[in-house]
Nanobody, 123 residues
């Protein structure tokens, strides 16, 4: 069983930045793909970003490319999502997740999920 805890969400003005963190309990953290997803009110869950176990491969959703950066620190069992140039449409609950294989963009490929952290971007 892998437990994930997100932090770093909050309220920010449009154009601002936030950094989300997700810490896991797994002893083999460096072998997992880690991903970030988000769900806005009344909308489907969207893929945001994913990173391979070693950090050498990343994937981004089209709406966040060039603005968000995913990274990880395997010594701390933590994955980060640096979010810059935030827009009101980035408002959502952000979830981190673990996938045991590949660098996944499909939520169905992820095995464990955190509880989420709220990000609100005001205009």
């Amino acid at each position: 069983q892998v437990q994930l805890v997100e932090s770093g969400g909050g309220l920010v003005q449009a154009g601002g930045s936030l950094r989300l963190s997700c810490t896991t309990s797994g002893r083999t953290f460096s072998t997992y793909c880690m991903g970030w997803f988000r769900r806005a009110p009344g909308k489907e869950r969207d893929f945001v970003a994913a990173i391979s176990g070693g950090g050498g491969v990343t994937r981004y959703g089209d709406s966040v490319k060039g603005r968000f950066t995913i990274s990880r620190d395997n010594a701390k069992n933590t994955v980060y999502l640096q979010m810059n140039s935030l827009k009101p449409e980035d408002t959502a609950v952000y979830y981190c997740a673990v996938a045991y294989r590949g660098v996944q963009v499909d939520a169905d490929r992820y095995d464990y999920w955190g509880q989420g952290t709220q990000v609100t971007v005001s205009s």
